[in-house]
């Protein structure tokens, strides 16, 4: 291995198979001087047939103890030379890299993978985005390789594992994993280089002095041709005017003075980067280039953006200690002295230039790191990271890069930042996983941050009280209803003991408890809570208060999903006069009370009232939101759906066509909204006699849905009757009867013979056959 300059792979367009080859994801370059290992390596891609797995791992232990740390004996590398060359043969491939270190790592991956395909950014959540995606991997022809890069713990890929008679799988881990399922991977322990790839790469590495060569043969024998120990000895030999004779001379004091200071035998690579470090020493004097490499093994192995080491605080902590002058230009300076001495790497091109540590090297400094040090370091890159993190860009390889810099500071520094309260870096990362819609690891940082807080601060300090809001937050978003009203009430009681039952914070947390209980389908229980919170809020502020009006329509969302449809009126009325006269017809909040308003009246039926309001709200929401916006559609939605429910089939099949053109142009054919938009339209030309235009909309909405979601699921079975009906009505009976038998059957099976839809399917196909 040397030290290997990364390049970037842009997600492309979709990827279909007469598109053309594509890839996705950030993948390293070839190192400066790679070796084909042919004698050492597992062969091609190509040579193993689609479908096979293989796990490129570490080496097997030494059998006596060795000082060392796992790695370097260029996994990576090997996984990008053997999937760069079956791109490159492949006809019409889609490649995807993957930097498999965390679920969020994963999930952006796929994510990123799935825009390129559809050429739209998904709107729904990651896990669902990658979920389509992989259902993609399952069926296509299109040759694909995914490749998952330094996996290290197999529960970050539970559900994310890619599957598919057309695919292979290329990962990387530092020991054996298991791979779950039928799967039956090749593993391929990657050792050291042979001692022909070694020296090959040594004399490659060397051919600009061939003078330096002198005694090669030598060092790469006490080397044991480690391919790490090789890049570092290279770099530094390269960088000085000295030979492999005289940096074995080096070696072999240094080996002998760590043996005598560990008692153990050094691997080569624990004693080549105390020269590295050395090395760099010398081209950037100072201690300059120990406190630059100190800061970058904190921030983690996976790419730290170069913004993080131009920032003031990163420059102050490696420049200015003890309050000396930050200089930028000196840490360039010693940033290019540790690349060059093999510590780490920089990444020369691409939007956000990125500086690479490998693990062993990461594991190597850390080990010796003072702690008084470390926490020094640990504040300076909490503060470069919150300093270079960019607003709204949640989605971007930059801001995965941030977050995964983040935890890795987190993993590295125990308490640290924690002292005086959570550092602010601690929860921008969590916003960032709630703002790129990563609802499982959000969860899982958010509950992190909350214990911890919890332990060091106590349960009624204020970042405490923050971080499990924003955890609740975080479990309803991810569907953890009953967690999510949990972690209300315990903020509740926490607030009601600190701070008193009429303190305003308690009672915002009372409403969210509401809404929890609202969103858990829970609606009783809401209106319980939320009558309560608006006699105290009305009691404490007077009826007009602004905090009254969300709770008022909370509130009648609850009255309407209990059924109580006039009370859910009544109330929504007296909320819509409100704001109107507080803050206009064009306020949000205003827009927002009068589609509640809308769909509480077609709930109860007055389905000329509903279409009154939807079509105000729908006009108001185009003019002050566009007609693109999540909010519009929404209102389109409705207004289609009380046309359709008053019979008014003329006003209501312009609207379905208007939400299907528009979700296909937002989202793609495939997304999850396009397909019912697809299904809703051909439920209106069924009810308006356009059977043949019913059946083509019919026909694609369930091959969508049992592409995307699988041929059992509940939306797949819904298509596969709505279809049968539809086949039915056009006198193709054998065919409706032998579908719906088939629905049945699998209604049955997956959902039980009581469910709704099992009861209906029942039902239709008795009243076709007359069984």
């Known amino acids: 291995m040397s030290s290997s300059i990364p390049g970037s792979l842009a997600a492309g367009p979709d990827a279909r198979p007469q598109a053309g080859p594509a890839r996705s994801g950030t993948i390293p370059a070839l190192a400066d001087c790679f070796t084909v290992r042919l004698q050492t390596g597992p062969g091609p891609l190509d040579a193993h047939p689609p479908g096979q797995w293989l796990v490129?791992?570490?080496?097997?232990?030494?059998?006596?103890?060795?000082?060392?740390?796992?790695?370097?004996?260029?996994?990576?590398?090997?996984?990008?030379?053997?999937?760069?060359?079956w791109w490159q043969r492949s006809q019409a491939g889609l490649l995807v890299w993957l930097t498999a270190a965390s679920r969020d790592a994963v999930l952006s991956g796929y994510l990123q993978a799935a825009t390129g395909r559809t050429g739209t950014v998904p709107t729904d959540d990651a896990e669902k985005a990658a979920a389509r995606f992989l259902s993609w991997l399952a069926e296509t022809t299109q040759p694909w390789l995914v490749v998952l890069d330094g996996v290290t713990n197999p529960v970050d890929l539970d559900e994310l594992w890619p599957d598919g008679p057309a695919g292979r799988v290329l990962m990387t881990a530092a020991q054996d994993i298991a791979v779950p399922g039928p799967r039956d991977p090749l593993v391929f322990p990657v050792g050291t280089f042979s001692s022909h790839e070694a020296l090959t790469y040594l004399m490659a590495r060397l051919s600009a002095d061939t003078d330096q060569r002198l005694g090669a043969v030598d060092l790469v024998a006490d080397l044991g041709c480690d391919p790490l120990a090789l890049a570092q000895a290279s770099a530094a030999i390269s960088s000085s005017a000295i030979t492999c004779r005289d940096y074995l001379d080096l070696f072999l004091r240094r080996r002998e003075q760590i043996a005598e200071a560990v008692g153990a035998q050094p691997a080569a690579k624990a004693v080549t980067w105390t020269l590295s470090v050395e090395r760099a020493e010398q081209m950037s004097p100072g201690g300059l280039a120990q406190l630059c490499l100190a800061l970058a093994v904190l921030l983690g192995c996976h790419g730290i953006p170069d913004a993080v080491f131009a920032t003031r605080p990163a420059a102050e902590f490696i420049t200015g200690p003890g309050g000396g002058q930050a200089d930028p230009q000196a840490v360039r300076s010693a940033l290019l002295s540790l690349h060059s001495t093999g510590l780490l790497d920089i990444d020369p091109g691409g939007a956000a230039r990125m500086v690479r540590v490998h693990p062993a090297v990461q594991a190597a400094v850390r080990s010796a790191m003072p702690d008084d040090v470390r926490d020094q370091a640990a504040r300076a890159a909490a503060d470069a990271l919150l300093q270079a993190w960019?607003?709204?860009?949640?989605?971007?390889?930059?801001?995965?890069?941030?977050?995964?810099c983040e935890a890795s500071l987190e993993r590295a520094t125990a308490d640290t930042l924690w002292a005086g309260g959570a550092h602010p870096v601690l929860f921008r990362a969590g916003r960032s996983l709630d703002g790129a819609r990563l609802t499982g690891p959000a969860v899982s940082h958010w509950r992190a941050v909350a214990r911890t807080s919890e332990r060091v601060l106590g349960p009624a300090h204020p970042d405490t009280l923050v971080a499990a809001v924003r955890l609740a937050s975080a479990a309803l978003a991810a569907g953890q209803n009953d967690d999510a009203v949990a972690l209300y009430r315990w903020i509740v009681d926490t607030q009601v003991r600190s701070l008193g039952p009429d303190h305003p914070r308690t009672v915002a947390a009372r409403v969210d408890v509401g809404s929890a209980l609202l969103a858990a389908g829970r609606p009783s229980e809401a209106i319980g809570v939320l009558e309560d919170v608006l006699a105290a809020v009305e009691r404490l502020h007077g009826s007009g208060a602004l905090d009254s009006l969300a709770v008022q329509d909370s509130l009648a969302s609850a009255y309407q999903a209990t059924g109580r449809y006039q009370d859910a009126i009544q109330l929504a009325r007296r909320t819509l006069a409100e704001r109107e006269r507080r803050y206009g017809a064009d306020h949000p909040g205003t827009m927002a009370t009068r589609a509640d308003l809308a769909s509480a009246c077609l709930a109860d039926g007055r389905k000329r009232e509903a279409i009154t309001y939807a079509k105000r709200t729908l006009a108001d929401r185009e003019r002050v939101l566009g007609h693109d916006h999540p909010d519009t559609l929404a209102s389109l939605s409705t207004l289609a759906a009380a046309a359709y429910s008053a019979r008014r089939l003329k006003e209501a099949l312009p609207l379905y066509a208007r939400m299907l053109e528009v979700q296909t142009r937002l989202h793609g054919t495939d997304h999850p909204d396009t397909i019912t938009a697809r299904g809703n339209l051909a439920s209106v030309y069924h009810s308006a006699g356009r059977l043949a235009a019913a059946i083509q909309l019919y026909e694609q909405a369930l091959a969508g849905r049992q592409r995307i979601l699988g041929p059992v699921h509940p939306d797949t079975l819904a298509s596969r009757t709505n279809l049968a009906h539809a086949y039915n009505a056009i006198g193709r009976l054998s065919e409706a009867v032998a579908l719906l038998r088939g629905t049945l059957a699998d209604c049955e099976r997956v959902l039980g013979a009581n469910d709704p839809l099992t009861k209906t399917v029942r039902e239709s196909l008795k009243a076709m056959t007359g069984d």
């Open 56 to 85: 490129l791992t570490g080496p097997a232990a030494p059998a006596r103890p060795v000082y060392d740390w796992p790695g370097g004996t260029g996994k990576t590398q090997l996984a990008v030379y053997l999937a760069q060359t």
């Open 390 to 404: 960019p607003d709204d860009a949640e989605q971007s390889p930059l801001a995965e890069s941030l977050r995964a």
